[in-house]
């Protein structure tokens, strides 16, 4: 019998993707393992594999159609000795949902949600035994911004569930309005309620700006941060580091590289050195190689390091393995590598998620100190500034030396302060003892 091609969930957190391109036609063969498609979410664009073997007989999702939702039918293999009229009974796919992907669950560098759940899954029913409403996550959030009664609308999404559009279209109309909530006793301590987007636009003259949409990236990474400001506490230390010793030593290392087809086998950065010394520094602070859950710190028993790759409109954070056992060299390439891939949309969900910490470097912009925002569930985050020669007191005498800031953005719930001082000072060993890192 025919064998169904659904659109596969490539995250946990994945509801719809992009069919960017088909690497089959209808009537090719096809074994299992051959590429037979490209699919673009807002991370990465991922080749798919066939799993079974047979012929293409038909083909329901035109390549660069948008937002299909997980497991949605996109084509069809029939088996040896069977034809066309075996699938004569198929019904065309469905019209995509227009609606971006949620964005509630996920990041710049996305966290697995604790299970995965297709497009049509159902949000958990009320527990007042009231009839449960099937929307998506970001249908919820603008329906609660706008003061919509989501019971009062009509989904049009994938077995009635409410999609963005439907959301839209209930504002236009004026109606599924919620009534309004009593006034609490102190309106002092409530937060601002956010402006709508009709109310921000007025607040400008038409025609003195442009447009542009949110791509599922840049809502990702506003979701994300904002979740991170408001339920991660927050605090900050701030180190300074000499690195003359490290330019020193890069500048002999990378003097030395032996060449491979007539360029050299590695190029060390000052960020290599960095996420080196991070890694080090959490050996030497296990405690400090922590995630808050609810029932329990996550002590990790590897140093895995998240490195914020700016790419256009968003971020990546690929993710160094075990980069306290590798060599420089090793993470200088694999950095290049990932963030290559990144740029173009290429890196697998597993090479982005995870890690305990990560590293923000705008050292190259020129900007001398900065406090980055925890991408949780990590616990820490390092904001690494530009190295400049200034002078200082050494041995009770003024000299000159490079001096580099880095401020440690630390979960109070899993790294207090000594602790995070503690990893600092560890983290500024390493750095101006730059020999330490191959001891």
Not at 84 to 102: G, K, R
Not at 200 to 224: K, L, Q, W
Not at 373 to 394: E, F, H, R, Y
Request: glycine share 8%.
């Amino acid at each position: 019998m025919p064998i169904d091609i659904l659109m596969p969930a490539l995250s946990p957190t994945m509801e719809v993707g992009n069919l960017a391109k088909w690497h089959v036609k209808e009537g090719d063969t096809v074994s299992s393992g051959d590429i037979i498609a490209e699919i673009e979410t807002d991370k990465a664009i991922m080749e798919i594999e066939a799993i079974d073997e047979g012929v293409v007989g038909k083909i329901l999702v035109a390549e660069g159609t948008a937002d299909i939702p997980v497991n949605q039918l996109i084509a069809v293999l029939l088996e040896d000795g069977e034809d066309a009229s075996a699938i004569s009974s198929v019904a065309p796919a469905a019209p995509a949902s227009t609606e971006a992907p949620a964005t509630e669950t996920e990041s710049a560098t996305p966290i697995p949600a604790p299970a995965a759940s297709s497009a049509s899954a159902p949000i958990a029913a009320p527990a007042n035994g009231a009839e449960r409403i099937f929307a998506s996550p970001l249908a919820r959030r603008i329906a609660a911004s706008e003061g919509l009664d989501l019971a009062k609308i009509t989904g049009s999404g994938p077995k009635g569930r409410i999609v963005k559009r439907d959301i839209e279209e209930a504002v236009q109309s004026g109606g599924a309005k919620t009534a309004p909530a009593p006034m609490a006793a102190s309106s002092a301590s409530a937060p601002a309620p956010s402006m709508s987007s009709d109310a921000i636009r007025a607040m400008y003259e038409d025609g003195s700006y442009e447009e542009i949409p949110h791509n599922a990236m840049r809502r990702i990474v506003a979701a994300r941060l904002t979740e991170s400001k408001q339920t991660v506490p927050h605090f900050y230390l701030t180190i300074e580091c000499e690195i003359d010793r490290l330019l020193a030593m890069r500048k002999e290392i990378n003097g030395g590289a032996p060449e491979v087809d007539g360029k050299p086998a590695y190029k060390i950065s000052v960020n290599d050195f960095v996420i080196k010394a991070m890694a080090m520094a959490l050996r030497a602070v296990p405690m400090a190689n922590a995630t808050w859950t609810d029932d329990a710190r996550l002590i990790h028993k590897h140093s895995d390091i998240g490195v914020a790759v700016a790419v256009e409109d968003g971020l990546f954070t690929p993710v160094i393995r075990k980069a306290d056992e590798k060599s420089l060299s090793t993470i200088s390439n694999e950095m290049k590598d990932m963030a290559g891939r990144a740029r173009n949309k290429k890196l697998a969900p597993h090479e982005y998620q995870g890690g305990s910490t990560a590293i923000s470097n705008l050292g190259m912009f020129g900007i001398r100190e900065f406090s980055a925002v925890i991408n949780p569930p990590q616990g820490t985050i390092l904001a690494v500034g530009a190295g400049a020669q200034q002078p200082i007191v050494k041995d009770g005498a003024l000299a000159i030396a490079t001096v580099m800031s880095v401020t440690l953005s630390c979960d109070h719930r899993v790294v207090d302060g000594a602790l995070g001082a503690e990893l600092l000072a560890a983290f500024k060993n390493f750095i101006e003892t730059p020999l330490r890192l191959f001891v």
